[in-house]
């Protein structure tokens, strides 16, 4: 006889975790704004600053800024050293922002 599921236990478990990677994400983005020095910023301009960025319609200004963020991670990569196994793994990785946001790790 098949075993019965508990969808409301599955879905219970799923919110939990959906929760859990919210705040994960919160928290690296935090750390995302600390490791580029924008905490030093009044959070007025801060926030006014990201409110541009989401409603910025200029592909190539988009862009320009999504490489000078790849060159951030790839600079921060280059100071954090060579791992054990010999490969290079950046702050941003260390921190799990790449994860975060959906990139992979960068490799030298």
């Known amino acids: 006889m098949p075993k019965v599921r508990d969808y409301n236990a599955e ?10 990677l919210k705040a994960k994400r919160i928290e690296q983005l935090g750390s995302l704004v600390a490791a580029t020095s924008a905490d030093t910023l009044d959070i007025e301009i801060l926030a006014g600053a990201l409110l541009d960025v989401v409603s910025s319609k200029d592909s ?6 999504r490489a000078k963020g790849a060159a951030f991670f790839q ?15 950046g702050t941003a990785t260390q921190l799990g ?8 790790p960068a490799s030298d």
């Open 75 to 89: 600079r921060r990569g280059r100071k954090a050293g060579q791992k054990a196994d010999g490969n290079a793994e």
């Open 97 to 104: 922002i790449d994860s975060a946001l959906g990139n992979e």
């Open 60 to 65: 190539g200004v988009k862009e320009a800024w």
């Open 11 to 20: 879905l219970k478990a799923l919110e939990e975790r959906a929760r859990g």
